[in-house]
């Protein structure tokens, strides 16, 4: 198991959001391109980009990692390696557990990283590039963050980068109650924002899709859809705006918002709090030179994230450890099964070939009973010596085992499981 990947502990958010150009087809570019890539699943998410990997052989597939991200990003490859770290065996499993679990995200206990780390193993089991070992390495990591959230008081409150963005506008303007929202974007972040704007009274919202897709999202959720003909309008009305489509182009920039100020009139002008959460920004750095608007970016949200209990976070890392360590032992165990296999097909092979002799010479109904009777006396003989199997290959003395199933049942085993 190895990852490859980057973070906002490791490089700025403007780099991150370079190396996520690289995202879409990566997993099966790699899968495609190399026997040595058994599996591999894309994270991607508005602070980290990682690769987690299934591997046969180490440096080679990393390296055809790093220059598919350079490639396909259309940046240096010089510039790839320094940004992406290097995970290997254990700490792949440390590392995904405490992400899934938010004890990484930007604001500790956030709520939206296990469902992005659910959304990642669903693209890769589409796109059929996950492998039996990661998907199990995924599952867990999901099953671990449910442990925390339910077991810990880390982000008991619901906090997550969307509610500190809107806790930091009620801060400097006031509750949101009662207030016209534009929401800009239509996917997980703005389901995600809807919904937080929703249970703290914003009635009034609209929403607009550069895609075209704000009719359709806005339908099951009572919002107003805006098309492009009327942003400018819905800029000039809106006492707040959440912007999270994450286009390749800024949807708010300062013709919109010189165009929006000329519909308001002159007069007093309200600042107008502009809630950016896409990692490539949908606000052109021009508009936070507005009066009349205050841009909080991912940068501003970072600087305000609250810093959780300190007891909920030892606690969460205590269940990610345990997680680990269970993980691997139930991992390292599996290559015994291989062992117990081999064995389970000799017993068949010669129960098989008595039973064969024995229906030619008694009644179906006897035979049937014969065979279910040997079938019962060749489980409980090779019990024991399949579940020994497991315990010594996570002790790692699994060598004396196969000597001992070669002298036995004259059995040659591969080593590799």
């Not at 180490?58 to 990003?73: G, Q, W």
């Not at 992005?116 to 599952?139: G, K, Y």
């Not at 303007?173 to 704007?197: D, F, M, P, Q």
Request: charged share 20%; with cysteine.
């Amino acid at each position: 198991m190895v990852m490859v990947g980057a973070s906002h502990h490791d490089v700025t958010l403007d780099e991150v959001s370079r190396l996520t150009a690289a995202s879409e087809g990566l997993a099966l570019k790699l899968t495609q391109s190399s026997a040595d890539v058994n599996g591999a699943v894309v994270l991607s998410t508005c602070n980290r980009f990682e690769v987690y990997l299934d591997l046969e052989r180490f440096h080679d597939a990393v390296e055809l990692t790093t220059a598919s991200v350079a490639v396909a990003a259309h940046l240096e490859l010089d510039f790839v390696v320094d940004a992406m770290r290097v995970l290997v065996g254990t700490a792949v499993g440390q590392h995904l557990f405490s992400v899934a679990s938010g004890l990484e995200s930007m604001v500790v206990g956030e709520d939206e990283i296990a469902g992005q780390v659910r959304q990642a193993l669903a693209t890769a089991q589409t796109e059929q590039t996950t492998s039996p070992s990661l998907e199990r390495l995924l599952q867990r990591a999901l099953a671990t963050s449910k442990a925390v959230t339910s077991s810990t008081g880390l982000g008991a409150a619901g906090r997550s980068i969307v509610s500190v963005g809107l806790d930091v506008a009620e801060q400097r303007y006031g509750s949101l109650e009662g207030r016209r929202a534009l929401i800009l974007g239509t996917g997980s972040y703005a389901r995600v924002v809807t919904a937080a704007l929703q249970k703290r009274g914003c009635a009034d919202i609209h929403v607009y899709s550069s895609s075209g897709r704000a009719a359709q999202f806005a339908q099951t959720r009572e919002l107003v859809p805006v098309d492009a003909d009327q942003l400018v309008a819905a800029v000039a009305e809106a006492q707040l705006i959440a912007a999270c489509s994450g286009t390749a182009e800024y949807l708010v920039d300062q013709a919109v918002m010189s165009a929006a100020r000329e519909l308001r009139g002159s007069g007093d002008e309200p600042v107008i709090p502009i809630i950016d959460l896409a990692l490539t920004p949908d606000v052109s750095p021009e508009v936070a030179e507005c009066a009349w608007a205050d841009v909080i970016n991912l940068e501003v949200i970072r600087e305000f994230a609250p810093r959780e209990h300190s007891s909920a976070i030892l606690e969460a890392q205590d269940i990610v450890l345990q997680a680990v360590a269970e993980f691997e032992m139930t991992e390292s165990g599996r290559s015994a099964d291989h062992a117990v296999v081999a064995m389970r097909t000799h017993v068949m092979s010669i129960i098989n070939e008595e039973m064969e002799r024995i229906r030619g010479r008694v009644d179906a109904e006897t035979a049937e009973e014969v065979a279910r009777a040997l079938h019962r006396v060749s489980n409980t003989i090779l019990h024991t010596p399949s579940i020994r199997a497991q315990e010594l290959a996570r002790t790692g003395d699994f060598a004396d085992y196969q000597k001992a199933i070669h002298t036995l049942f004259g059995i040659d085993l591969d080593a590799r499981g």
